[in-house]
Structure formats: structure tokens, C-alpha cells
């Protein structure tokens, strides 16, 4: 075999096609399977429709490398699509997601530690047979060294006739497909390597267009409404952003477990109030994230390419000292102008391992580094953003210490479609008592606090938990299940807070079942901190009620 491939060494245009059958038929494996499995192509049907799909999908791989490969990069070139094409498959097929722009933020947007969480035997034989075996054979084919302008010819030839080809093939079968692609949106996210070129040229465009233009000042009008006597009477508020948790999972939104218990002790002293009806804006932290903080709201946010700051710096520049403690990936950027930490580096015995803690380590820094911020800013009110590590998975059962576990066993894989459902959502389950845990904490210590305080804790997600055979979460919205953005919303006031301001938690209650969303946050918290500007809506401000019953 060896001599007879010495003897004939490929012509780069012919590799060049076996790269493309190899990544419009192996390299799309989830994509085949998944269309064989549409109730619509049964039988022989199947048969034709997976047919003409590879054939068209073939004509597109075709004159996409024809076009992008050229003798000079062929072989590293192969090796990159073929990483692409697995990588992405296997991330299809282990979580049933789709490969689209905010996908793939998610994936550039990762720390070491949600890789480490990533890893699996599963995903090491997944590189085994899509990229090592394939890649060594064809790093060792021969190829003949052929003339410049010859190939260029045949190159940009085949180029034009593999889009004829296309035309005749979705001409052909146009009837069929069109309807195919209307009724299941999520087959053309999962065409690779299509998928993940779109994603990345829409994100980069995306970006360099919001980098080429200034950051807006918004708020510059943001004054306190009240200025506090002393540092005693100056408000603190807490705002815990909780991490990858659904609404349906949680105690107090009336769950078959009791998830929740302690927050529920402190809904029954009446200080407490659950909202029960709230959308996320976005279904990964990289969307919904500075969708929260900003003050546009989710269709305004999603339409504008114009980069503005956020509610962090309107409460700042108001003249409250701001903080942003962060025990997950980072701030995505809401936090860039305002005094932050981050607990990356903290070993705190029983609370941190292997370079990750538990979110309690946020509250045991708490103090300290609240002492750091200015004593003239604290005089007149401190507004503390708490980042949670709360229910990110696939991981579940790492985000629970063992004392508090209380549904067992659960799932100790990565590869979460290998476990049974009820182990999926028992560890996922105790992610969130832990999660209760910690704001139940975090209000116990601004009890302890000698001035008025105040805690709003808000999901940036929710998460699929094998349900229609999803997984995680980063659907695009539009096809997201309400697992991914049906999140839990909870406000918390105490005592002296509510008599400094004159509520009463019944006018706050009245507003629970509301249907309320992140596009919420940015005014009820102006409204919570005392800070007054043009920008403030009353109508999206949940307490509003509660002043206007004053
Ligand atoms: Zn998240």
C-alpha cells in the first residue's frame, strides 16, 4: 500500500474533495441522525431527503474549501476543519444544543475551570475518531506539486460548478426542504462547518462594530434622592446575580421539593417576597448578563450595536460606592469601571478546591473588601453585586459541599446524557439548596448590619434538564424551552429599610405574580439604591406600587 501511494501521490484538488465527502458525511453525524429521526421523513423518505441534503451540503463544503484551501495550507487546513467539525458535533450530540453567535461567545467567553467541568472520556474518544485517526492519515498522504496556474484554473472551475451543482440540487428538492427547514429552525445551526463560520464572522462583525464606536455615558444626570444623615443611616444593598437557575427547580415557586427551605423561613417572617412570573433576557450569561444591567431593555439591547454603560455606573456616578464580587467567569463586562474582585486566587480551606470555591467565600470576603471602598462614597449608600458559581453545569454535583446534600445519588458525569434523569436533577437540586443557603446567609449577615439593607437576588438563566432531550442551556431564545428562561426573582427588605422608605411588603407582595423580566432590574434598582435620573421608568420598576401607596 505504502509504495503504491508513493507511486501515486494525490493531485491537492482530489485530497481536497475526499476532505469535503469526510466533513459533509462523518463530520455531520448529529445532523444526519437527527433529520433521519423527523417524524416527517419516514421510511424511503428518509433515504431521499438525508440524500439530497448531503448532496447539497456536499456542493456547499465543496466550494467553501475550494475556494478557502490552497495547496500551501492543505494539510493544517484539514486538520482545523476536522477539529471544528467534532468539536461541534460532539457538543450536539452530548447536550443537544445548536452552534450559533451567542453559542459560540459562550465558548470564547470560557474560564479553565467550565473546560475542566467539560472534559470527559466521551469527549476524548470523540477527538480520538474525528480528528486524531482521520488527521494522521491524512497528514501522511502524498501530494503531487502541481503548476500554479493550472490549479488555479481547475480550482476556481470546480469552485463554479459545485455552486451549479447546489442550485440544481435545491432546485430539485426544493418543496421538501423548504418546508423541513421552516418547521425544525434549529437544522440549519447544526450544518457544520457552516454553523460555526457564521457564528464566528457574525460575532467578530458584531464586535469590531461595537469596538470601533465610543462607549455612551448614560445617566449623567443620576443624583441621590436623599442624602443619609451618617453611614448608619446610608442604605446597603445587595444584589445576588444567581447562576443557571430555573424557576421550576426552586422550593419557593412551589416545586414538589423543597429546594428552598431557608428563604422560605424568611418569606414566612414577611420580609421576603417571591416573584413567581420573571423571563430571563437571554439563555447564557454572555447574553443576559449586560442585558440586565443595561438600561434599554431586552429589544433595545438586542437591536443596538451601540455600546453604553450601565446601571452599575449610573449608581456610581450618583455617588454610592459600588462593588462587584465575582465567584463565576467574570462580569462580562458590566463591572469594567467599578471597584470589583474576583475569587479566582483565594484558597480558603473548606470552602475552595482545585482553584474553585464555594459562593460562601464571597461573603466571608465581603467585609474586607467593603472597608477597601471610599468612606465618603459609603457614607451615602453601598450597592454590592454578588456573582454566583450557583447551578452551572454540566457539573451539578460539584456546586453542593456534601453536608447539605440532601437528594441522592446523583450524576458524578460530564457527559450528562450517560446518567439517568433523576440523578441529573437530584445533583442539579442540590446546587440550589445551596444556592438557598447562601442568600438565606447573605441575609442573615445584612441583618446583622446597623443600617437599612436590602437584597434582590436574580437568575441570569435557566437550564434544560434532559427535557424534549435537551440539556444546558444557550438555546437561541426564540427556540428555547421555558426551562431555559423561566428564571426565580426574590426581593428581600428589612425592617429598617422598609420604615426608612415607608413600605409595606403587602403593596410589594401584590406585585409577585406579575409577569416580570431582567428588563426590570435596572429600574427597581435605581429605585432600591435612592438614585434619581431621566432614565428611570416607573412602569418597569416592581416597587413602584409600593411607593405610590405610601
Ligand atoms: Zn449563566
Same mark, same amino acid.
Given at each position: ?8 501521490? %494525490? ?6 474533495? @475526499?476532505?469535503?465527502? %469526510? ?66 458535533? #460532539?457538543?450536539? &450530540? ?20 467550565? @473546560? ?12 480520538? =475518531? ?12 502524498? @501530494? ?6 493550472? =490549479? ?11 455552486? &451549479? ?37 457574525? &460575532? ?31 442604605? =446597603? ?17 412551589? #416545586? ?58 449610573? &449608581?456610581?456616578?450618583? *455617588? ?13 463586562? +458590566? ?19 482545585? *482553584? ?28 454590592? +453585586? ?5 447551578? /452551572? ?12 446534600? !440532601? ?57 434544560? =434538564? ?6 444546558? /442551556? ?11 428562561? /423561566?428564571?426565580?426573582?426574590?426581593? %428581600? +427588605?428589612?425592617?429598617?429599610? !422598609? ?18 423580566? /431582567? ?10 439604591? !435612592? ?20
Amino acid at each position: 500500500m505504502k509504495s503504491l501511494s508513493q507511486k501515486q501521490p %494525490w493531485h491537492p484538488t482530489a485530497l481536497l474533495m @475526499v476532505l469535503a465527502v %469526510w466533513l459533509t458525511t462523518a463530520g455531520n453525524l448529529p445532523l444526519w441522525l437527527k433529520v433521519w429521526q423527523l417524524p416527517e421523513t419516514q421510511g424511503f423518505k428518509a433515504l431521499t431527503t438525508v440524500g439530497s441534503l448531503m448532496l447539497i451540503l456536499l456542493s456547499m463544503v465543496s466550494w467553501l474549501l475550494l475556494f478557502l484551501v490552497w495547496p500551501k495550507w492543505l494539510k493544517p487546513a484539514g486538520l482545523v476543519f476536522m477539529a471544528v467539525v467534532t468539536s461541534s458535533s #460532539y457538543f450536539m &450530540l452530548t447536550y443537544n444544543v445548536v452552534i450559533d453567535p451567542s453559542m459560540i461567545a459562550n465558548v470564547v467567553q470560557t474560564d479553565v475551570r467550565e @473546560v475542566r467541568d467539560l472534559l470527559s472520556w466521551r469527549m476524548l474518544a470523540a477527538l480520538l =475518531l474525528g480528528v486524531v485517526l482521520p488527521g494522521i492519515w491524512w497528514w501522511r498522504q502524498p @501530494v503531487r506539486q502541481v503548476k500554479a496556474k493550472p =490549479l488555479l484554473l481547475r480550482q476556481l472551475g470546480l469552485f463554479v460548478l459545485a455552486w &451549479l451543482m447546489m442550485f440544481v440540487f435545491v432546485w430539485a428538492s426544493f418543496q421538501d426542504l423548504a418546508s423541513l427547514m421552516r418547521n425544525h429552525t434549529t437544522l440549519r445551526y447544526m450544518a457544520n462547518p457552516f454553523n460555526s463560520l457564521y457564528a464566528v464572522v457574525r &460575532l467578530s462583525v458584531g464586535q469590531a462594530s461595537q469596538a470601533a464606536k465610543p462607549l455612551l455615558p448614560i445617566g449623567e444626570d443620576a443624583k441621590l434622592l436623599s442624602a443619609p444623615a451618617s453611614e448608619k443611616e446610608a442604605p =446597603l444593598i445587595v444584589l445576588v446575580v444567581g447562576e443557571t437557575v430555573r424557576a421550576a427547580n426552586f422550593g419557593l415557586s412551589g #416545586y414538589a421539593r423543597q429546594t428552598t427551605p431557608q428563604l422560605n423561613q424568611l418569606k414566612a417572617q414577611g420580609d421576603l417576597v417571591y416573584f413567581s412570573d420573571v423571563s430571563s433576557c437571554g439563555t447564557s450569561t454572555q447574553t443576559s448578563l449586560p442585558c440586565m444591567f443595561s438600561h434599554l431593555g431586552k429589544t433595545a439591547y438586542e437591536n443596538s450595536d451601540q455600546p453604553y454603560e450601565g446601571l452599575l455606573d449610573v &449608581l456610581q456616578r450618583a *455617588g454610592l460606592a459600588v462593588l462587584w464580587i465575582d465567584n463565576q467567569s467574570g462580569c462580562k463586562g +458590566v463591572c469594567s469601571r467599578i471597584a470589583r474582585f474576583e475569587t479566582q486566587a483565594l484558597k480558603v480551606p473548606h470552602l475552595c478546591q482545585d *482553584g474553585e470555591c464555594f459562593d460562601e467565600v464571597m461573603l466571608q470576603e465581603l467585609p474586607k473588601q467593603l472597608a477597601l471602598l471610599d468612606p465618603v462614597k459609603r457614607a451615602k449608600g453601598t450597592v454590592v +453585586v454578588l456573582h454566583q458559581m450557583g447551578s /452551572h453545569g454540566p457539573a451539578y454535583y460539584k456546586r453542593s459541599p456534601e453536608a447539605l446534600k !440532601q437528594f441522592k445519588p446523583e450524576c458524578k458525569s460530564s457527559a450528562l446524557q450517560n446518567c439517568p434523569v433523576d440523578q441529573i436533577v437530584n445533583g442539579y437540586d442540590n446546587s440550589v439548596l445551596y444556592a438557598d443557603h447562601f442568600v438565606s446567609q447573605t441575609v442573615k449577615w445584612l441583618q446583622a448590619q446597623p443600617r437599612p439593607t436590602a437584597l434582590m437576588y436574580l437568575s441570569d438563566h435557566g437550564e434544560s =434538564l434532559g427535557e424534549k432531550g435537551l440539556y444546558l /442551556h444557550g438555546m437561541p431564545y426564540r427556540m428555547a424551552p421555558r426551562e431555559q428562561t /423561566h428564571v426565580p426573582m426574590l426581593a %428581600w +427588605v428589612s425592617k429598617p429599610m !422598609q420604615q426608612q422608605r415607608g413600605w409595606r411588603m403587602a403593596c410589594l407582595q401584590a406585585q409577585a405574580d406579575k409577569p416580570w423580566s /431582567h428588563d426590570n432590574l435596572f429600574h427597581s434598582m435605581l429605585d432600591l439604591s !435612592q438614585v434619581g435620573t431621566n432614565l428611570a421608568k416607573p412602569e418597569l420598576n416592581i416597587f413602584a406600587a409600593c411607593a405610590a401607596a405610601r
